[in-house]
C-alpha cells in the first residue's frame, strides 16, 4: 500500500514599519540581483506596475521548493521557505525603505509562522492547525500564485494587526498611573502637553487600523476574483482579523474617554487657576485703591 506524505515548508510573517516604499524597494532588488521582482500571479519578471503588493523570487534555489518574498505596502513582508540566517538578511536589506520603523524586539515578539504544502487531494486550498494547504488539483501555475498571494495577504494582515495590538498594550501601560492617580484621589503626575501627545499617537493607531490598511475591508484585489476572495476571507477568519479589530476599537475607545477626561479636568483647573489670578489682582488692585483712599485723602 502507498502511502502519501505531504512535505511542509515555513511561511513567515513580520511587520516592521508603518509603510514600505515599494517603488525603491523594486529598484533595490534589481541592483541586489538574488531576489527577481515577478507578477503576483507568476514567477515571470515583472512588466506591469507596482500596486499594494510586490512579489518577489529569488533567484537562486537552496532545495527543489522555491522562495517567495512579499512585500506589502503597509509595512508587512512575508517570507516562504526562508531560513532564519535568510530572513534576517531580508529585514536588515529592508531597512532603508522602511517609513517610521518599528522597535526590532517588538518586531521579533510579533513575527507570526505557519507551515504549508501543496495538495491534490481538494479542489480548494485551505488553512488550519497552523496549516496552509495550497490546491494543485486542475490548477495551472497562475491559479497556485494567486492562491499563495492570498495566503500572503492574510497573514501580513494579521500580523500588522498584532505589531498594532503590541503598540496598543505598551500605550495602556503608559497611562496606567494616570487611571490610579484618578482612583486614589492622587495629584495627576501629567500637564497639558503630555496629554496632547498622548492624544496624539492614539489619532495614529487609529488611523493605523481604521484608514491606512484593509482590517475594515476586503481589498479591492479581490472584488472580481470570487473564488480568492473566499479563500482570503477564510484565512482573515483564521486569524480572527475581524474580532482582534473589534476589540482593539473598543480598547481604543476607553483609552480616547480616560485621555479626554484628563484634558478636560486640567483644562478646569487651568480656567480656575486664572480665575483666583483674576480675583487677586483684584483685590490687590482695591486694596491699593483702599490705602490711597485712606492715607491721601
Known sequence: M???VLQFW??????????YDLRRLKEALISQDLYIPCELASND??????GSALHAVAKYRVTSENRHLYYFKEGSVVMWNFSELERRSVLKFLKPYEDQSYDNAIVQDELEVMS???THCSKRSDIHD????ISCQDKNIEEISLDRYTFSNAMALSVKLGM???LLERYIRGVEYITEDLKYGHKIRIDQKEVLQKSGELLALRHSINLSSDLLDTPDFYWERE???????RACAYFSISRRTKVMNEKLNHCVELIELVSTYLSDRHHVRLEWMI????MVEVGIEFVDIIFFH
Open 2 to 4: 502507498y502511502v502519501y
Open 10 to 19: 515555513g511561511v513567515f510573517a513580520y511587520a516592521t514599519a508603518e509603510e
Open 45 to 50: 519578471e515583472l512588466k506591469t506596475g507596482i
Open 116 to 118: 504549508y504544502t501543496y
Open 130 to 133: 497552523s496549516n496552509m494547504y
Open 164 to 166: 498594532l495590538e503590541a
Open 227 to 233: 473564488n480568492l476572495e473566499k479563500l482570503y476571507q
Open 279 to 282: 480675583i487677586i489682582l483684584i
